[in-house]
């Protein structure tokens, strides 16, 4: 990952921003990159609610929108291989954030539907693509696959083709 | 010809946040705290749902007492899709995400992908896609309004709107040879120069459409069955926009003047001079002044493109990155070398990812990439504004009544194959 240094090529909004929450949360931002003028800090699963509810209340900062929460996967990463990734928009100050956190197998990540209402599809829609759990969602079931559909299609190991998990049991009993 | 739609703005109100909430809770039928609520389930096939979107109602008599709405049955996968091809065969994949307004969708991928490259776009193309982007709004805002009052009742309309569309539809197939899906945008430019005898068409639609706008608006403007069923309905503050990440038109017209064109300018829209249309009401007659008033402001734009484009290639000169034109593949053997590579092999991409947001006539699109390297993306995300507005319907719907259902659907603009991907 690019590291720190790129810090400096930032706009003068983000310099604000990037300043500010270093002094807010110091050590506990594990990585701090930029690229192509995309401003992402990396946090523990721990502080995930807490970093985002900040970014969100904080005078200076006014996150106020959740523009998009998605999930991603690096098999080759031996003991976090999930990341799941918010990008927050702030409408009064026009600047962009990207926050990840890296998820080990079957790991929790605390809900942010309660920060921002939206992140309940964005949530329900990561869950069924990565099998992510987020605890404390109201209803995390299946979104855009059927309801009784097998398996996780975005992991790097679920086939692109084949009949893999696609099949729909017309005698589905469950709760739909 | 009546009134031009400024004036009635000037006489509209402008209520501020707290009035707009206070109305928007006075309009809101109380529910009984003994009704008996009956559940029924809306769709996926029902006409005005404009695709295949189911929502579960909860109801109290004519009340909604809560929404679950359900996506999905359109989802092809087109993440999953993204991830076994090269980022120039992407590009017809974004095409079908939303059918009406094809070209923003390939310019929103292109963007985002020449962010991640670091490719500078040519001035010319610049100012074709900013006039393609309008010519998307232009037909997307007369193809809603005519669903709009379909939705409302009067099926006729529905037939006229179709009439002004076709202009912009005739357009298209000059310009790229197709009409509906046409992949006009290509990684680091447009695919085609405008071809002669363009200018004079667009003019003469440029002509006709702000009459036949001023048509519809003596139909349907002072029309009361309109007014009665668009005023103070599906009130959606620009707070609750926010929350729900409502973008577009909807949260312009609650007075917020947020729009990617002016704040994050991609295309040329930083040298063009256009004004962005504000609403106050955020009622579903707001909605419908705003983008009549945006397609006057498109009109604008496209004008000024044509007018200042400048002359040069449409496509940038970068071996590593572009499939070159045609007509030089089969000219210079460098050109058909650098074609073979890209077309086979892929594009060079560092590693990285970025985000990149566009405005859409829908609302704010963004595409986020993540590169390992190699040619094709290691993940693709597409953050389209229809799957947040129909997760809005929740909170939009709340409180109304059965029969607004209609109006407030059409009136946030949802196209599911957009929303589910």
Known sequence: ?176 | MSAPLEEKVEQRTRPTLEELKERKARNRQRVSDNAEVMTISMGPHHPSTHGVFRMDLDLDGEVIVDVRPEVGNLHRGMEKLAESKTYHQIIPLTDRLHYVVSFSQNEGYCEAVEKLMGIEVPERAKYIRSMCHEMCRIANHIIWLGFLVMDLGAITFQQITFREREYIMDLWEMLTGARLTHSFARIGGVAKDIPDGFREKMAAALEVIPKRMAEYDRLIRNNRIFLARGKDVGIFTSEDCAAWRVTGPTLRAAGCPRDLRKDEPFAAYDQLDFNVCVEYEADVIARYVLRMNEIYESIKIIKQCLDEMPDGPVIAEDAFHVIPPKKDVLRSSAAMIQDFVQVFRGPQVPKGEVYKAVETSQGELAFYIVSDGSPKPQRLRITTPCFYHCQAMQPLLQGEMLADIVGIFCGVDVCLGSCDR
């Open chain 1, 1 to 176: 990952m690019a590291a720190a240094k790129n810090i400096d090529e930032l706009s003068p909004a983000h310099k604000q921003v990037a300043s500010h929450l270093q002094g807010k949360f110091g050590k506990r931002l594990l990585e701090t990159s930029s690229f192509r003028g995309d401003l992402t800090y990396v946090v523990s699963p721990q502080d995930w609610l807490e970093v985002l509810t900040y970014c969100r209340d904080a005078e200076e900062l006014r996150f106020d929108r959740l523009d998009s929460l998605l999930g991603n996967h690096f098999p080759e990463r031996e003991d976090q291989p999930f990341e799941v990734i918010a990008h927050l928009v702030s409408i009064p100050h026009t600047t962009r954030i990207r926050i990840k956190t890296r998820l080990a197998e079957g790991e929790t990540l605390p809900t942010v539907t309660g920060v921002w209402p939206s992140a309940s599809f964005d949530e329900r829609e990561t869950w069924e693509m990565f099998g992510v759990v987020f605890e404390g969602h109201p209803n995390l079931t299946r979104l855009l696959t059927v309801p009784d559909f097998d398996g996780y299609p975005l992991r790097k190991d679920f086939p692109l083709q084949g009949r893999v998990g696609g099949r729909i049991r017309w005698n589905f009993k469950g709760e739909i």
